[in-house]
């Protein structure tokens, strides 16, 4: 009977922690949300956003949920635009503020010199991408870290038709 209240305790501990670490996970996510929306001039729930990994680096995509929302379009093109041409710069300071100076990757991205990684922003139809690639195997190591971030934070909607236009990881 002594192991048996054991087990049961053992299991009610475990259950009380396990949920008191899945709130504690979910409430860093709320903040990024709200930090994101902020920052961002677009509305999160009216865009989907993706970051896919590449050999090279990634690309991160924005697109307006509905290809007829022209004002939000602009306003992703606008913004992606804007933080590409910071990024060129080594100004990670949007992504700071939003994740943290302890984002993993974001220490060693800052230390690249202007042509260590490209930038290469592309207005789309339905929204933007940023294209990240570099040679150096630290600074994709970086990137793909950073990515990693970005997903677990803000999460990584579906796009339909994404996953084949990068079925390639040699991009």
Known sequence: ???????????????????ALEKTAAAPNDQVHQRTQQSA?????????????????????????SADN????KLVQTHLLKI???FRKGDFSATE????????GLAQLKK???NDIKFEYEALPNGAQIHYSTEYPRFVEALHEWFDAQKSEHGNDEIPAHSRHHSSPAE
């Open 112 to 114: 690249a010199e202007t």
């Open 84 to 86: 590409a041409n910071e």
């Open 1 to 19: 009977m002594k192991n048996h209240l054991l087990i049961l305790t053992g299991f009610i501990l475990f259950s009380a922690t396990a949920s």
């Open 70 to 73: 022209a004002g939000q379009i």
């Open 41 to 65: 001039p677009f509305a999160l729930d009216q865009t989907l956003e993706t970051f896919t990994k590449t050999v090279h680096g990634g690309v991160q995509h924005v697109i307006a949920k």
């Open 97 to 104: 503020r939003i994740h943290g100076a302890g984002m993993p």
